[in-house]
C-alpha cells in the first residue's frame, strides 16, 4: 500500500504535469515492453518494437527489471521542461553519490546474480564513469527514436485528454475534486492519497506539495520514487479513451474531404483536433492561424453545439461535444476511425 500523507498546505501546492515525460515513458515502456501485459493496448506496439531493439537497450535491461526497484535517477524531476535531449542531460548529471545510492538499492533488490556485462554497466554508474553514462545516454536516445518517438503524437493525445478530465475535475470540485477523480487507481480520503502498491510506502509530503505525472505506458497502479528526499510524484495511469480520433493518417482524406465540404476545411480540422482538447493559442500555433481566427472559428463550432469551451485562468479550453462526435463518428470511414494500437 502507497499512503501519500497530505498538510493544507500540500493540498494548496498539488499539480498535474503539463506533458508527458520522456523518461517516464522510457521506464514505464521498457517494463511494460518486457512483460505479456494489457495486450489489448500494447501488444501490436510489442510486435512493433521487440524485433527491432537496439543492442544498446541491453543496458536498460539491467536497469529496469520488469518488477521491483528502478534507479530513481533515471526519472528526475524536470522542472516542467520535456525536451528529450535536456532529460537525457539531467540523467547524466546526476550527482555521484545518488548515482551509488540508486545502483547500490538496486544491486540490494536483485533476486538472482548479475552476469558480468550487466555488473561491469552497474558498477560504473555507481562510479559515475564518464563512457559508462555516455552510453546510458546513447541507449536512452536510440530506445526513445525506436519505440517512442513514432507514436508519440498519439501518446501526447491520449494525456492531452487526460488533462481535459483532469481540469474538469478541478472546475467542479478544486483540489477534493481532482484528488477524487483518480478513483480507482488512487483513492483520497483526506488528508490521506492512498493507492494499491507492491510494498508498504509512506510518503509525507511536509509542505513539498505533490506534481501527479501522467503516463501512457503506466499500467495498472500508480509508481512514485524511492529516495524519500526526492520531489514528490506519483505516476498514474491515464484512461485510455479508446476508440477516439487518433492524428489523421494517409486513410483518413476520403473522410475529411467529406467533414470540410460540410462544415469547411478549417472547422473539420479543429473539431477533429479538440477531441484532446486545445486552448485558443494551441489551435493557432497547430493551425498556422492568427488567434482571432482560431477564437472565430471555435466560436461558430460552439454556437453549432459541436464544441465546449472552458475557461481556465486566462486561457479557453475547447473540447468536443456528444453532437460534435456524432457529426465525426458518422462521417464516411469513421468505422475505422481508431487510435494505432500501441
Known sequence: MLRVHF???????????????????????????????????????????????????????????????????????????????????????????????????????????????????????AEGDTETLRQLGAALQAYHRLALAPYWPHIQAQVDADHVVRGRAVLEGGTDGLLAGFRPVLRWEPPVLEADYPVERELRLEGRGLLLQPSFFCHRRPVTLAAPDATPV?????QHTLGRPAPKATGDRARSAELAALIGRTRAAILEDVVAGRTTGELADRFGISGAAASYHATVLRRAGLLLSVRRSTRVLHTISPAGLILLDSAPGASERRPPSV
Do not use: C, K
Open 234 to 238: 506519483v505516476v498514474y495511469p491515464i
Open 7 to 125: 498538510t493544507t498546505e500540500d493540498v494548496a501546492r498539488v499539480r498535474v504535469a503539463a506533458a508527458a515525460d520522456p523518461l517516464w515513458e522510457i521506464t514505464n515502456s521498457f517494463q511494460i515492453l518486457i512483460t505479456q501485459e494489457a495486450p489489448l493496448l500494447f501488444g501490436s506496439w510489442r510486435r512493433s518494437v521487440r524485433p527491432r531493439l537496439p543492442e544498446a537497450s541491453r543496458l536498460l535491461a539491467a536497469l529496469l527489471p520488469p518488477q521491483g526497484y528502478s534507479p530513481d535517477f533515471l526519472t528526475p524531476d524536470l522542472g516542467g521542461h520535456y525536451d528529450l535531449a535536456s532529460a537525457i542531460d539531467t540523467v547524466l548529471s546526476t550527482p555521484r553519490t545518488d548515482l551509488r545510492r540508486d545502483m547500490t538499492r538496486l544491486a540490494a533488490s536483485r533476486r538472482r546474480p548479475v552476469r558480468r556485462p550487466a555488473y561491469t554497466h552497474a558498477h560504473g554508474l
